[in-house]
């Protein structure tokens, strides 16, 4: 039997070489000064609202937030003397009304999980940076090559790397990207916090950085495709995907985002008299689309969605109204609409 090799300096060497690596790149990708990798995309959430609020300070984060966001407002920020109060995602300027002396963050999540809502971000910046408070973004969505996130006047951006950065559905990771005003008080939360990744979860998140624009190119035509055929069936009311031209959001995504590198998620909001027990037989019908929570990587997903039930600003908004949640993968765009079809068959008992 071989004796095991021992560990070497050398080898650590490497290992701390894949966080840097990844680090720098992320940093070149989204014109950021510093990057703190953290084990999940909600620790990088977690991590900078600890970092950036104390006990009496008030923050104001979008009804549109990941539900995970909101659970961690509710709890942990609030036993902690925390207060958050919700705002409607469609507000920009207006948002001023909303600051209070206290208010030390606003938080802005484009486009909001499950609905989609783009944000005026440049409108909150502005806004928040008249008070004296920060805006920090859950960019998740955009990804780092979707735009250019701290020329709209974002102070941190957060990432659920997890998703499109890694690409394959087999790492969790999250990064916090700012600018050097903020860098040295970020990197201090992070390395009180704990939150530290392995070498192997940076190795594949390099790995998956390289084809990431590649994979946003074809996410992004699929997705097209898909939105478009979706849009013109009779049981389909609304499309939510800004990128589809006349869709809810689109100006602003034309005005902010990068054309190039749009991504495959959307939302279906089913016309009125299909039933959720109807969308439930068209996804078991599909044969393509995996049933998944998260996004990103190179399959499709489909899922049905109650945002109504989540929000509190805007729960009217969504209430009653029958939602799925699609992500088009890298799967030959002919294959999804065939098996969309059949499953929009399916649906009706064909
Ligand atoms: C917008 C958004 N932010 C953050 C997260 C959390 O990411 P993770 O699963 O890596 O904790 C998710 C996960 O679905 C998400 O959709």
Redesign the pocket.
Known sequence: MQPTPAFTNQDIGVVIRWLEDLEEALCAIEGAAACMLTP??????TTTLLTLLKAGDHLLMTDS??Q??RDFCDGLLARMGIHTSYYDPLLGAGIAALLQPNTRVVFA?SAG?LTFEMQDLPALAAAAHEQGALLVA?C??ATPLGWQVFELGVDVS??????YIVGHSDV???AIMCGQALAARLRQGHRELGMSISGDDAYLALRGLRTLAARLTLHQQNAAHVAQWLSARPEVAQVLYPPLPGADGHALWLRDCNPRYANGLMGVVFAPGISAAQVDRLIDATRLFGIG???GGYESLIIPVKPGKLRSVTAERWQGKVMARLHIGLEDPADLLADLQQAFAAMHGG
Do not use: Q
């Open positions: 999940s995309g909600l620790s990088a959430i937030c990941y995970p966001t999540e999980s859950d998740t969505w957060v990432h659920a790397a997890t998703k969790l990771l999250g929570y998260s996004w």
